[in-house]
């Protein structure tokens, strides 16, 4: 199906362990992003991507570590999980630039121990 | 650090009336976006509208932008129950990211 999917959906972990949330979209958009989803703070930006091989910090990315070897997939990695690592995630891309119209995923909901 | 804030939080509202929102932001911007979020799903975008526009419809919403009072307002009309929702603005400045607010949350009564 086209569109962004995102997983794992929900996920448990440990604190201390890397935890792998996937990205992946059909639609060849050049633009991907991360954000992270908490109450009370709304939607802040993890991190971001122009295109393959092009990844830049957003507003909150300590902590996370990305890639994009291939336009489709933008990986995040939280290489030593802790509990204010505990959130709902949300990857989003788009075909107009850093400010156009983003198409969300459904989210990967991560809590952490 | 959040651009837009969203006022009121939280509204309640009866089947077939109309839903306001607003949103405030602090510098200035190229265009301005309100998503909507169902529980447990993500955002789905509604409109955009530019810094050089003052009002645009889709539908049943409208959306207006008064740069000069660095806002914008976003109106249901005829609400229904699938309105049910979480409305966020986005602001997207020359920084080259979109910034979201932290949403209003809307609840529309049978």
């Known amino acids: 199906d086209a569109g962004i999917t995102q997983s794992p959906r929900y996920k448990i972990t440990e604190t201390g362990r890397q935890v792998t949330l996937m990205c992946h979209q059909t639609?060849?958009?050049?633009?991907m992003f991360w954000y992270r989803q908490d109450l009370g703070h709304g939607l802040r930006l993890i991190y971001y991507s122009a295109a393959a091989d092009i990844t830049d910090k957003g507003e909150v990315p300590d902590g996370y570590v990305v890639s994009r070897s291939k336009t489709e997939n933008f990986p995040l990695t939280l290489e030593s999980a802790t509990r204010s690592q505990t959130s709902v995630y949300f990857c989003?891309?788009?075909?107009?630039?850093?400010?156009?119209?983003?198409?969300f995923g459904e989210g990967s909901r991560l809590t952490v121990l | 650090s959040q651009q837009g804030e969203e006022d009121p939080q939280a509204l309640s509202i009866q089947e077939g009336e109309n839903a306001t929102m607003n949103c405030s932001y602090k510098t200035s911007i190229n265009n301005l976006q309100w998503y909507r979020q169902n529980s447990g799903r993500g955002l789905v975008h509604l409109i955009l509208i530019r810094s050089n526009e003052r009002e645009k419809h889709s539908g049943r919403l409208r959306v207006t932008l008064d740069t000069s009072k660095k806002s914008s307002s976003l109106l249901i009309t005829a609400s229904r129950a699938a309105d049910t929702a979480s409305y966020f603005c986005?602001?997207?400045?020359?920084?080259?990211?979109?910034?979201f607010g932290a949403g209003t949350t809307v609840t529309v009564r049978a």
């Open positions: 989003a891309s788009s075909e107009s630039g850093f400010t156009g119209e983003l198409f």
């Open positions: 986005a602001t997207g400045s020359n920084d080259y990211k979109l910034s």
């Open positions: 639609w060849s958009h050049s633009y």
